[in-house]
Nanobody, 131 residues
Framework: QVQLVESGGGSVQAGGSLRLSCAASKYPFPINCMAWFRQAPDKEREGVSAIYRPSDSTFYDDSMKGRVTISQDKATNTIYLQIDALKPEDTGMYYC????????????????????????WGQGTQVTVSS
């Protein structure tokens, strides 16, 4: 079974930066689509960013576009989320997701917008932004 482990969260002041990591392991096939989601307290989970790894195609939700950058290390099956200019409303739990059955960049983007396609999830890493 696939394992996803997030790290890099923490408490920062508004305007600060964080770099989140998600390491994937124990999967039967290459995982082409991986993504980051977040969930603020008492709010629904929403997509933040996704990457289609074979082509390094990246996708961003408009809510954080311009302040986040998703990247990958193919050798270690790790993806990263660099978040700059953090705001208090960014506070929440950030989750890593992956799905080995997504085979195109378009499907990867669609899965980000509607998370029903992601089969594997990490436990999350907490991000707290104070003002």
């Amino acid at each position: 079974q696939v394992q996803l482990v997030e790290s890099g969260g923490g408490s920062v002041q508004a305007g600060g930066s964080l770099r989140l990591s998600c390491a994937a392991s124990k999967y039967p096939f290459p995982i082409n689509c991986m993504a980051w989601f977040r969930q603020a307290p008492d709010k629904e989970r929403e997509g933040v960013s996704a990457i289609y790894r074979p082509s390094d195609s990246t996708f961003y939700d408009d809510s954080m576009k311009g302040r986040v950058t998703i990247s990958q290390d193919k050798a270690t099956n790790t993806i990263y989320l660099q978040i700059d200019a953090l705001k208090p409303e960014d506070t929440g739990m950030y989750y890593c997701a992956a799905d080995p059955d997504i085979t195109t960049g378009g499907y990867c983007y669609s899965a980000l917008m509607g998370d029903q396609a992601f089969r594997y999830w990490g436990q999350g890493t907490q991000v707290t932004v104070s003002s």
